[in-house]
Structures are given as C-alpha cells and as structure tokens.
C-alpha cells in the first residue's frame, strides 16, 4: 500500500496508506471549503424515493437542466 | 434552477430533515413522466425546472408546487426564504419520529451515470466522487464505506457522487491509476472531463478515506463561470451538452435541445 504525491512535479512516497493522491499543476487550493457546502442532492427519483421510505423523511423535489442554450457545465 | 431560495444557509439547514431529491430534467424519460404529473406550465410541456415537497412515499404533493420555489413561497427573497424554511420545519416536524435515518438507510445519494455526474458536479462547482469496480460485489462495498462520510457534518453537501462498473466510461478523467476504488475528480468548466484529486484503493480505513476527502477539499478548484461568457466558449470549441430526451422548454432557442444522435 502506497500514498502518492504528484504536486508541482514533486513526488513523495509512503509505505503505510492505501491512498494515492494526484494533484493536477493547474488546481490550486479553494480558498474556503465552507463554501461549497449546500443541500444532498440524490440524482435520482429511484435513489432518492428509496431513501425517503426507508427513513421516513419527507422529499424536496427539483429538476434542473445541467446546460444551458446547449452548453453543459452551468445550471 | 432557483439558487436564490437553494442556496439560502437557513434552507439548506431546513434541507438536512428531508430526503432532497434534483433529477437532470430531460435526461430521463421515467422521471420526465414523474415531474410532469407533478407540475407542467402554461406550455402543456415539461419544462427546465420543477419544485415540489412530497410526502415520504412521494404520492402527496405538500405545499403548491410549481417551477421553483417562488411559486410556493411568494415575495421578496428574504421573506419568502424564511416562510419557506417555516414551512419545512412544519412538515418535518410532522415526520420528526421518523426521521432519525442512518447513514446506511440513506445510502450513497448517487447521480444517474458519469456522464452526467461529471456536468452536474461541474453546474455546481464540486468535486465529484466516482466508485469504481468490475465487480458489483466489490463495487457495493467501496460504496458502503463511503456512504458514512458522505452524510457526516464535515462532507455533507461536498461532493456529487457516481458510481461505475465499465471503466471505459472514465476514459474523460485524466491520472486514473487503479482499477478500483474511488476517485475524486476535480470537472472542467463544462463538466465533459476532469482530473483525479485524490484515488483510493479499496482496502483504504475509514481515517485514510476521511483523509483523502478533506485533502480533495483543499485541492479543489472553483471556476469561475459567467454564463454568455461559457456559452460563447463551448460554441468555440464544439462542445455541446446532448440531452437524452427533447428539451421541451418553451424559453428554449430553436435548433436547441436535439436529441441525442441526431
């Protein structure tokens, strides 16, 4: 098991962890992670429908389209 | 979609005592059938947005449900915000005993297939965590680990999830090393590829899997995005979003929308 490194070209290894990181040169850190925090969304009804009959919970229910004028990326 | 109401901290609060359900609106003909015996507008189709609060058999509508939340909850913003967190809180109170759910009763709150995960995670500038494995079995159970974090107050509401057992699907995401586990993915701009934060293997312990998510966090990139600035930029390099069903919208240009193949 190995943990691998790659930022900046760096590359570091370790022996003991069953992760491997890879960070693309072109990510650099978000400044705040808080500010992705947001409601679950379940992608799916069959998903979703599963989940509020196994708990109990009522359902918030949207639809959106992930494209716009054709263009994906952009609610 | 009506971020305004969906984004407000008090809603997204209210949201954490319901089971919070956003299909992908022309990329499912069983689910276009769903939203349109739940709300269809002055064009008599489906259109891009839908909103409801259902029942947890999902048979009764709960509050007037419409286009977005607006038409449930009228007025200025900040008003209709708390009258619709009001409002939350009074049907959740109403399913409070039941609404003790563990993490395994809630399961991984999964997208419909890569493909879309990847744009959906990129619309919402997310990391997007992908299981993978050949082997259903293995499969389950790398989501089964997963899923615990996935509902714990440090990454809630973090990431978009998806899962698959054809590797070729993944071909879009650059720096996949292992032929199963997870990886999360930071998306481009426009959600058609990515590039692997972080993979885990599957044996990982569940300390190295919360490590793995925060370090992700802390790599992950927003885009910024400016959406003529976006639409004109994919025209430039051909990229466009095939839907799986017609888009029926009537605030749709013509020529938009085709079905996929065409």
Redesign the interface.
């Known amino acids: 098991?190995r943990v691998?490194l790659l930022a900046g070209g760096a590359i570091l290894t370790a022996a003991t962890?069953?992760?491997?990181?890879?960070?693309?040169p072109?990510?650099?850190?978000?400044a705040d992670?808080s500010?992705?925090?947001?409601?679950?969304?379940?992608?799916?009804?069959q998903?979703?429908?599963?989940?509020?009959?196994?708990?109990?919970?009522?359902?918030?229910?949207?639809?959106?389209?992930?494209?716009?004028?054709?263009?994906?990326?952009?609610? | 979609m009506d971020r305004s109401f969906l984004s407000q901290p008090s809603v997204v609060e209210a949201s954490r005592r319901f089971v919070c359900v956003r299909l992908a609106t022309y990329e499912s003909k069983e689910e276009a059938e769903l939203l349109k015996s739940i709300f269809i507008g002055r064009s008599g189709e489906l259109e891009n947005t839908t909103f409801a609060i259902l029942s947890s058999d999902g048979k009764r509508q709960l509050v007037r449900s419409g286009r977005s939340p607006s038409f449930a909850f009228g007025g200025p913003l900040n008003l209709a915000a708390a009258e619709m967190v009001s409002s939350m809180n009074r049907i959740a109170d109403l399913y409070a005993k039941q609404s003790d759910a563990s993490a395994d009763d809630l399961g991984l709150p999964l997208l419909k297939d890569f493909r879309l995960a990847l744009n959906v995670a990129s619309c919402d500038n997310q990391p997007l965590i992908v299981s993978f494995a050949d082997d259903r079995t293995q499969l389950a159970e790398i989501n089964k680990a997963l899923t615990p974090l996935a509902w714990s107050s440090d990454f809630i509401g973090q990431f978009q999830y998806a899962s698959v057992t054809q590797l070729d699907e993944l071909e879009s995401v650059k720096g996949l090393k292992l032929d199963a586990g997870f990886a999360v993915i930071q998306p481009d701009a426009f959600g058609v590829s990515g590039d692997v934060i972080a993979q885990v293997r599957p044996d990982a312990t569940p300390a190295e899997l919360k490590d793995a998510l925060n370090l992700a966090i802390v790599f992950h990139q927003r885009h910024s995005k400016e959406t003529s600035k976006q639409i004109r930029s994919a025209r430039q390099l051909g990229i466009e979003w095939k839907t799986q069903i017609p888009v029926t919208d009537p605030g749709r240009p013509p020529g938009r929308g085709r079905p996929p193949g065409r």
């Not at chain 1, 962890?17 to 693309?24: E, G, M």
């Not at chain 1, 500010?35 to 009804?45: D, K, R, V």
């Not at chain 1, 196994?54 to 990326?73: D, E, F, M, Y």
């Open positions: 098991m691998r962890l069953s992760v491997a990181w890879l960070i693309p072109s990510v650099s850190p978000a992670s500010e992705n925090t947001s409601i679950a969304w379940y992608g799916t009804w998903g979703g429908l599963a989940a509020a009959k196994k708990t109990g919970r009522p359902i918030l229910l949207i639809s959106a389209a992930p494209h716009c004028h054709g263009t994906p990326g952009i609610w």
